[in-house]
């Protein structure tokens, strides 16, 4: 679905559940040099029929990258393993083996993804920040020249044309230390992101969304909220990781080659449905799928005597 339409329907939601809309941009401060942080006066003024007193109970900052908790509260954002740029616009057209699907393949340095969109796609490069940097002054630059420089580029988009400005995220892995403090707490990329490579963004969001509700709801310490939040998180660390390194691919290799045999007929579908219940999200968190994915992608058992080279992500 595209973004602005899932926004739309996420709007509507809150509103038929009572929420209000005050649209503006906010501005945070700390609040007395404490663990406090305080709406500027504008937003308290436009917003005073919300809350009795002085201002809201609690500051839900669901700002994204911008965090602006974080910033006014000095918060450290852990940076993930990998230093990747983001280069993405929209295209006319690329090669599409099932416009159904989301496409995501290797190139020469990175990988890049391909969502068809209606009338066009969304054709995204992860690539290392100084590969990015030696094609050109401009993320527009980047990203075109890249296009025609790279062999796997050149074959699965070779007619494709532009129709969006190039938009580049730098630094975009990263989990904050604090999810939750006084009167605040963090939802979505505000408290951490992890990689686009599996589409779990607006997934950690989203479920965070659900358990924060939840916990307030509830009257739990907001603690096991945080807690949550940063396990999802490194889950999803652990499992991009296995993808940048090789892992991931060179398992799912072996499994097709056993397909046939007794083994692979027996234990296959079984295998299959635990991993997809963590790529998806559905369980990605869940102690079993995980030891059991740790297991197909350990050197010792699952991966004997491969090579997850091959698919490693330069
Ligand atoms: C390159 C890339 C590709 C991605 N691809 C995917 C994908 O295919 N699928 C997927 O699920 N996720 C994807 N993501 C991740 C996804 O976009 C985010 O995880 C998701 O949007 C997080 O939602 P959010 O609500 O936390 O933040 P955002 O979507 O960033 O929303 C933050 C909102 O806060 C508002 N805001 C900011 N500052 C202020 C302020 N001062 N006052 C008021 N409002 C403010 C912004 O205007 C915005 O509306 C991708 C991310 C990157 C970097």
């Not at 230093?83 to 995501?104: K, Q």
């Not at 393949?105 to 969304?122: A, F, K, N, Q």
């Not at 007619?159 to 904050?176: E, G, H, I, M, W």
């Not at 635990?274 to 968190?285: D, E, K, L, Q």
Request: charged fraction near 25%; charge should be positive.
């Amino acid at each position: 679905m595209v973004r602005a339409r899932f926004n739309a329907v996420l709007l509507e939601n809150a509103r038929r559940a009572g929420a209000r809309l005050i649209e503006r941009r906010v501005r945070l401060t700390r609040l007395d040099g404490g663990d406090r942080v305080r709406l500027d006066e504008d937003s308290l003024q436009a917003a005073s029929d919300c809350w009795e007193g002085e201002g809201p109970d609690l500051i839900v900052d669901a700002t994204g990258r911008a965090n602006l908790v974080g910033r006014a509260l000095d918060i450290p954002m852990q940076p993930g393993p990998r230093r990747d740029v983001a280069l993405f616009a929209h295209v006319d057209e690329t090669e599409l083996v099932d416009p159904g699907y989301v496409h995501n393949d290797r190139i020469d340095r990175g990988w890049c993804w391909r969502i068809p969109l209606p009338g066009r796609v969304s054709l995204g490069l992860v690539v290392p920040r100084e590969y990015a940097d030696g094609h050109g002054d401009s993320p527009d630059a980047q990203y075109d020249r890249l296009l025609r420089a790279d062999p796997v580029l050149r074959r699965l988009a070779p007619k494709a044309r532009r129709l969006t400005p190039v938009l580049r995220f730098d630094n975009y892995q990263s989990l904050s230390s604090r999810l939750v403090g006084e009167n605040w707490v963090m939802l979505g990329d505000s408290a951490g992101f992890v990689d686009p490579v599996f589409s779990s963004g607006l997934l950690v969001a989203m479920k965070g969304a659900y358990q924060l509700a939840q916990a307030l709801g509830e009257g739990v310490p907001l603690a096991r909220y945080e807690q949550a939040v940063k396990a999802h998180l490194r889950a999803w660390f652990e499992i991009v990781g296995y993808y940048y390194d090789g892992r991931l691919m060179t398992s799912i290799e072996r499994g097709r080659e056993m397909a046939d045999g007794l083994a692979g007929r027996l234990l296959l579908p079984w295998v299959s449905r635990r991993i997809a219940a963590i790529v998806i999200g559905a369980a990605t968190t869940d102690r079993f799928n995980l030891g059991l994915l740790r297991f197909l992608v350990d050197a010792r058992f699952g991966l004997y005597g491969r090579d997850p080279g091959k698919y490693r992500i330069h």
